[in-house]
């Protein structure tokens, strides 16, 4: 009998492959390719928020040294390409024609045959703007006299979208003994990706066939919208999406400069690159969050919480360009009771255009799922604090039990499978709560001030099942198409791109479980429209829920091929075969065997009579419900009552994502969550003056996290299995950056609500808190 | 961003007014001027150097006399673009005689800048506008004297 190979099936803690060529700097961005005769292509962006255009001259520029062409809006207008649709049924410009919505928007494109040959001439173009009042706060926007940022709207008001019973909830906020409300901001953030957004577009002229790499996170369907728009045979369009240093939602959008770059390209029959530089693209590509909600919360006076509320206006900036699935135009916000046994919820939001761009980005997050939870976590510890009872046991007193699930929510989501009490007692556990309440206590007593917070998060990801998930009519289906070759190796290609999961090890993994094949041997690829099935893309942590269902049930079809294979090699009858990771054997007679590589060199060579040579499978699989990731954190903070800074001293965080493929990349995924969610609630903000002037454009003004100021991550885990994912699995990708700000902010506030202060919005910087401290006679000068 | 100031000069208000409504005595303070172009009594186009730390180029600055009350009210609009920017600034200037001789000259000056420069530099356009600002009446001033 010969030894079974290691395989690093699921459960193994394998080192990503990928990793063998991004640590040795062997990776393809899109910055990294490089066509002969390539030309490069820059914008002149406009200085204005708002501001219509008197003329713009471009005569200067084309007579430049290197410049090869000059495109402006009046130049796409023919083409049907000044304005695109989004994926949200609205449109957005590419470039103007007559008047400009935002600060740093692309207004015209000077393609050049070098990069510094393109920016010296868009500082030749001469662009007249006649300034128009800007309008940058949504609520200001959705007056009556505002300025009207899309005037072939006529209004600023973009959709109302509401959720849940308005009347029962009402009515048990009436009955209710205590209601807490809050206002909050949840600011706008960037995603701030690694690398930049970018393509490279070639037009072969002689085939009739654009190709472009970019930087997308869904290429599928930047295809078939492109096909679409242009009249192009899809068939002709490829799309390629190499290496990709980080998307978390701001890929998924196509920018104008993948569109000037292909007409560029078919203009001069060139190769052409668009690569943002960071004070490009952190003020022009689409931002998160920025929605400013009212929340409520009625509980009885026992702690039972009976109702939760939430009136909201959400920021969209010019363009309505939400990649949410079309029957949710406030994604899945209605997640919104959370880990909690309510009687009843009720949710409306308001969108608005602004002067700002496009917003709405699902932000590491699975559809507004990270606002969502922000909401509820925080006014569930408001309650607790207002009725005297300790937010982990008020948590406790009304999770979810066990025993409830598959659970059917208020908001009407099925939860798959859950047990919040065993995640937050884990947590609590591991941090030692009770002795961190009694050191609180005593430090209180001392004029120390330190807090304790909470966040018991349930996710909704895996978007989604075809009965209601859709993008533009697109079943939100995972895809997967493996194949052995005849010497036992495997191609595996799939819908999905990954921006840095790991998805060429966790796919590897999943096929190597059901196929007995070790991880080496399986190549995984993604990204290319011409070779991989179609799919929807990365986003929303749907990948291992969709397509990595998609790879188990595609690996099961192969299997009960080579079944038949292996019966027909062991002369037995195919139900007296066993299969055991990677080899079939006769029943009773183990010895008696052929691995998977003897049965795939046979699918080639020796199948049995009548069989379709071969041993491959696709398969498009359709979820039957979401799944329901979940955890708790604990953060523990201490506050400088000099300075107002808040030191994250301690955070424990307990997830559960069902049956865990890596978990070397889950904690992975977690560690950078956390990091983002810590980056969130501490020293991210976008913000605008009263013109329209963005303020953290770049890495001067916009801090995120360096490895000095993360604190250190404490992780742990539960395992409770989605019941219906063919794996158990769940998705883990976005759970820290939704579950963590909540925790962030509710230790804050725990350690300062003695003071009085109920909320502090994030960033939750220090010299906001140091002037919280001083309104409260608390600040310390020396 | 609104700033403002006063200087006395010895000379009178009918004397600083002859001065500062001649645009082109009045260009020979703007500072780093490059080049300028006198276009008619009440207009001028220049080209400036000028910045915020690193982020240094041209502007190219149009300005306008927009008020004329001889010895008393003087009124410029300057507008211009560059670095990715767009600058606008609206000057009023008042004359008033002393009695003990001479006059005083006030100005304000109605500022805003948008675009690359103020996003990138928000923290430190105020000050480096008011510097620029200042630099422009306090050489006024010099040459009054």
């Known amino acids: ?782 | 961003m609104k700033f403002e100031g006063s200087y006395q000069f010895p000379k009178s208000s009918s004397e600083v007014y002859s001065y500062i409504s001649d645009l082109r005595r009045v260009s020979e303070c703007i500072p780093d001027l490059k080049s300028l172009e006198i276009k008619s009594e009440d207009e001028a186009l220049a080209t400036v150097r000028a910045g915020i730390g690193f982020i240094r180029g041209d502007f190219n600055l149009r300005f306008n006399v927009t008020q004329r009350s001889p010895h008393t009210n003087l009124g410029y609009a300057v507008h211009g673009s560059g670095l990715g920017s767009g600058v606008d600034i609206s000057i009023t200037v008042q004359l008033e005689d002393l009695s003990t001789g001479g006059s005083t000259l006030s100005w304000v000056a109605d500022t805003k800048v948008v675009g690359r420069v103020a996003s990138m530099a928000q923290g430190m356009i105020s000050s480096q506008a008011e510097k620029i600002i200042k630099q422009f009446f306090e050489c006024l001033s010099q040459r009054l004297r």
């Open chain 1, 1 to 782: 009998m010969t030894e079974v190979p290691v395989i690093h099936g699921m459960g193994s803690a394998v080192k990503r492959k990928e990793d063998v060529r991004f640590i040795q700097g062997r990776d393809t961005y899109v910055d990294d390719i490089s066509l002969p005769g390539m030309v490069y292509l820059d914008f002149v962006r406009s200085p204005y928020a708002h501001a219509r255009i008197r003329s713009i001259s471009t005569e200067r520029a084309k007579g430049a040294p290197g410049v090869v062409a000059v495109i402006t809006g009046k130049d796409l207008q023919p083409l049907g390409l000044d304005w695109i649709p989004t994926l949200s049924g609205d449109k957005m410009m590419v470039l103007p024609t007559e008047k400009v919505v935002f600060q740093m928007q692309e207004v015209v494109g000077v393609v050049a045959e070098s990069r510094y040959a393109a920016a010296d001439a868009v500082k030749l173009v001469e662009v007249d703007y006649e300034p128009l009042p800007v309008v940058t706060d949504p609520k200001k926007a959705l007056e009556e006299g505002s300025p009207i940022v899309r005037e072939d709207k006529r209004t600023n008001h973009v959709f109302h979208w509401e959720a849940g019973d308005r009347e029962a909830t009402d009515r048990l906020f009436e009955q209710a003994d205590v209601v807490v409300g809050q206002d909050m901001y949840y600011q706008r953030i960037h995603v701030s990706y690694m690398e930049p957004c970018g393509c490279v577009a070639y037009y072969d002229s002689v085939k009739g066939t654009p190709t472009i790499w970019m930087t997308t996170q869904a290429p599928h369907v930047v295809r078939t919208v492109a096909s679409l728009i242009t009249k192009i045979p899809e068939n002709k369009i490829r799309i390629i999406s190499p290496d990709i240093g980080g998307g978390f939602g701001g890929k998924v959008y196509v920018y104008p400069g993948s569109i000037v770059a292909a007409v560029a390209s078919i203009v001069t029959g060139r190769p052409v690159k668009w690569v943002n530089d960071r004070s490009d693209d952190h003020p022009s590509t689409a931002f998160a969050r920025d929605f400013h909600m009212r929340a409520e919360l009625a509980a009885k006076r026992d702690g039972t919480l009976l109702a939760f509320r939430v009136k909201a206006v959400s920021d969209h900036g010019a363009f309505f360009g939400d990649a949410n699935p079309s029957k949710f135009p406030f994604g899945l916000f209605s997640i919104c009771t959370g880990s909690y046994d309510l009687k009843a919820a009720f949710v409306e939001v308001d969108g608005a255009y602004t002067n700002k761009p496009q917003g709405g980005i699902a932000y590491r997050c699975s559809f507004r799922v990270t606002e969502a939870v922000y909401a509820i976590e925080r006014l569930v510890d408001i309650m607790a604090h207002r009725l005297g009872i300790d937010p982990a046991e008020l948590r406790l007193k009304n999770f979810i039990p066990p025993e409830k699930f598959p659970y059917r929510s208020v908001m009407g989501w099925v939860y798959d499978s859950g047990n919040y009490a065993g995640a937050l007692r884990k947590a609590m556990e591991k941090i030692g709560y009770e002795e961190l309440r009694r050191e609180q206590e005593e430090k209180r007593k001392r004029g120390e001030l330190m807090g304790i917070g909470i966040s018991s998060f349930t996710e909704i990801v895996g978007a989604g099942p075809s009965h209601t998930f859709d993008i533009l009519g697109i079943k939100m289906f995972g895809s997967a198409e493996i194949r052995i070759h005849p010497t036992g190796k495997v191609i595996a290609r799939f819908g999905t791109r990954s921006q840095g999961q790991g998805h060429e090890t966790t796919y590897a993994q999943i096929i190597a479980e059901e196929l007995g094949i070790p991880i080496e041997d399986i190549t995984v690829e993604e990204g290319d429209t011409d070779t991989a099935p179609y799919g929807l893309g990365t986003y929303a942590s749907r990948s291992t829920p969709t397509a990595g269902a998609a790879a188990a049930v595609a690996s099961r079809k192969i299997r009960e091929k080579a079944k038949k294979i292996a019966a027909h090699l062991l002369e037995a009858r195919e139900e007296d075969v066993v299969w055991e990771r990677g080899r079939f054997y006769v029943k009773g007679a183990p010895a008696k065997y052929k691995t998977i590589q003897e049965v795939a060199f046979a699918a080639y060579t020796n199948h049995p009579p009548g069989m379709e040579a071969g041993l491959e499978a696709v398969h498009y699989y359709d979820p039957p419900n979401m799944t329901f990731p979940f955890g708790s954190y604990i953060c523990v903070v201490d506050i400088d009552r000099g300075t107002g800074e808040a030191k994250v001293r301690r955070f424990v965080a307990v997830d559960d994502c069902g049956n865990i493929i890596n978990p070397l990349i889950v904690d992975g995924q977690i560690h950078g969550g956390l990091t983002m969610g810590f980056g969130t609630a501490f020293m991210e903000e976008i913000g605008y003056d009263q013109d329209g002037n963005i303020y953290g454009a770049n890495f001067m003004d916009y801090t995120i996290p360096t490895a000095v100021e993360t604190p250190k991550w404490e992780t742990d885990k539960t395992v409770t299995p989605s019941p219906h994912h063919p794996l158990g699995a769940k998705g883990v990708g976005e759970s820290a950056t939704v579950g963590s700000p909540a925790a962030f902010v509710n230790a804050v506030v725990d350690a300062l609500w003695p003071l009085g202060v109920t909320h502090i919005d994030m960033p939750l910087y220090p010299w906001k808190i140091r002037r919280l401290l001083e309104e409260k006679g608390y600040a310390l000068d020396k």
